[in-house]
């Protein structure tokens, strides 16, 4: 259960599948409201910063993002193998995290739908840090892991983990909106690539 930022809208989440929109009267009475519904019980809610849209992570293996007024759907987000047990929005909302039982952990842009980046993190549970692109990732292990999400400081990550220069392909998978460069310029990168 939540509360939007105008303190008069509360969502809450049942394991029956839906996400209910309540306005607060002002003898303090929860007055129903919109209905969002998924295929199976909701483990997670989150709101998003600017408390226009919230989003609900789910056993149907999904995450939804929905109007906050209403309860219209928005947007779903597929790609999970197992149920969705945590879901965070980024500090500016444009990205938002979900991680799912088989420990999977994804990164979506919001906007799009598209996912950014996936981990097989062991992860059950994520969260955003409330200033920077730090993204908290947890598990059954007891381990912590925070990972940068700045995009801007990707390629030269890669350079260091991989320890050589993307092919055309992965370019295109991984930064189709930046111009292909060498991230690591003292190794061989391909001679030009179409993009």
Do not use: K
Not at 33 to 49: C, E, K, Y
Not at 67 to 95: C, K, N, W, Y
Not at 131 to 154: C, F, K, N, Y
């Amino acid at each position: 259960m939540l509360f939007a930022p105008d303190g008069l809208t509360l969502i809450s989440s049942s394991f029956d599948g839906t996400a209910r929109i309540w306005t607060l009267s002002a003898d303090l009475r929860a007055v129903p409201g919109g209905v969002a519904r998924h295929d199976g019980d909701i483990n997670s809610l989150a709101l998003a910063p600017d408390g226009r849209r919230f989003a609900t992570g789910s056993r149907d293996r999904t995450v939804g993002i929905w109007d906050t007024r209403s309860g219209a759907p928005r947007r779903q987000l597929t790609g999970h193998a197992a149920s969705v047990q945590s879901i965070a929005f980024s500090a500016g909302g444009e990205m938002l995290a979900s991680a799912a039982d088989d420990g999977s952990v994804i990164v979506w842009d919001v906007e799009s739908g598209r996912e950014i980046v996936g981990f097989r993190a062991g992860a059950s549970l994520v969260a955003f840090s409330p200033r920077d692109p730090l993204l908290a990732m947890a598990g059954q292990d007891g381990q912590v892991t925070i990972w940068d999400l700045a995009m801007d400081a990707w390629p030269e990550r890669a350079c260091r983990q991989a320890n050589r220069n993307f092919t055309c392909d992965e370019w295109r998978q991984y930064m189709p909106d930046l111009l292909y460069r060498p991230v690591c310029p003292s190794l061989p990168a391909p001679a030009a690539c179409d993009m």
